[in-house]
């Protein structure tokens, strides 16, 4: 698949989603491929971006993913992203970490998430809950600042 095959693909999938703060999801999935891209990501975890919540949200199956024209390190990144049903940061972490790429795509996912203008419009518990989940996360993952 093209870049703009899986950047079509994905919105598609995620058509009708909104985000916390009520926007339409693929501007979340655009975020991230854009900070992929500018973080220096190949076009591999540019698509591993557009897709990185694809599985998670039950937007495109697992099915769906394995027989994709897509690259393996694509896939590899992809699953690695995708928090599992009461799995320990943990282990979400090491995962990533782990997996060639994926640190890259779940930085600039983590980056969005955390952008201040995104939490602002939440209302405040949300707000701290997911500053201090976000913040725990690159902690995890060794990422700084």
Do not use: C
Request: net charge neutral.
């Amino acid at each position: 698949m093209t870049l703009a095959q899986v950047e079509a693909t994905a919105r598609a999938a995620h058509t009708g989603q909104t985000d916390k703060a009520g926007r339409p999801y693929a501007e979340h999935l655009r975020a991230v491929a854009e900070g992929v891209r500018a973080r220096g990501g190949d076009d591999e975890q540019i698509a591993a971006a557009w897709l990185h919540d694809a599985v998670e949200d039950d937007a495109l199956s697992a099915q769906w993913l394995r027989e994709a024209a897509l690259s393996s390190r694509t896939k590899d990144i992809v699953l690695a992203v995708t928090k599992r049903a009461g799995e320990p940061p943990e282990a979400y972490a090491a995962r990533i970490l782990a997996t060639p790429g994926a640190l890259l795509v779940k930085e600039s996912d983590l980056a969005h998430n955390a952008d201040p203008a995104r939490l602002a419009v939440l209302d405040a518990a949300t707000r701290k809950r997911l500053t201090e989940k976000y913040a725990r996360m690159r902690a995890l993952l060794g990422l700084v600042g």
